[in-house]
């Protein structure tokens, strides 16, 4: 398991998630805040329909969610098509595509 974060660069978006290195599934972790907005991409569906479950109307994230990979998590917490291996971070200059090489 990998602790990575995500941070938005216009909004307030702040992310924190647990990376398994076995299988490629990222878990984003309760208190996460999600961008405000959603743009139109293939997966925006799916993103619009978990935020409503489990994004309370402050932008927080009100339970861990597993996702099958780290793009599609940070394609929830963006609001946009994200890949993953760029977005998500293990340090500040560390990208989790650097970390896993």
């Known amino acids: ?12 978006t702040m992310a924190f998630g647990d990376f ?3 299988n490629g599934s990222l ?3 309760k208190g996460s805040i999600v961008s405000e907005e959603v743009a139109t991409f293939k997966g925006d569906t799916v993103v619009l329909e978990l935020r ?5 109307e ?22 946009y098509s994200a890949n ?4 998500w971070h293990v ?5 989790l ?5």
């Open 97 to 101: 595509k650097d970390a896993l090489k």
């Open 84 to 87: 993953g291996l760029l977005a």
């Open 1 to 12: 398991m990998m602790e990575v974060f995500y941070k938005g660069r216009k909004h307030r």
């Open 20 to 22: 398994d290195v076995s």
């Open 27 to 29: 878990t984003v972790k």
């Open 91 to 95: 340090d500040k200059h560390v990208t």
């Open 52 to 56: 409503k479950k489990y994004i309370d």
């Open 58 to 79: 402050k932008g927080v994230l009100t339970q861990d969610i597993m996702f099958g990979s780290a793009s599609a998590a940070a394609s929830f917490v963006a609001g």
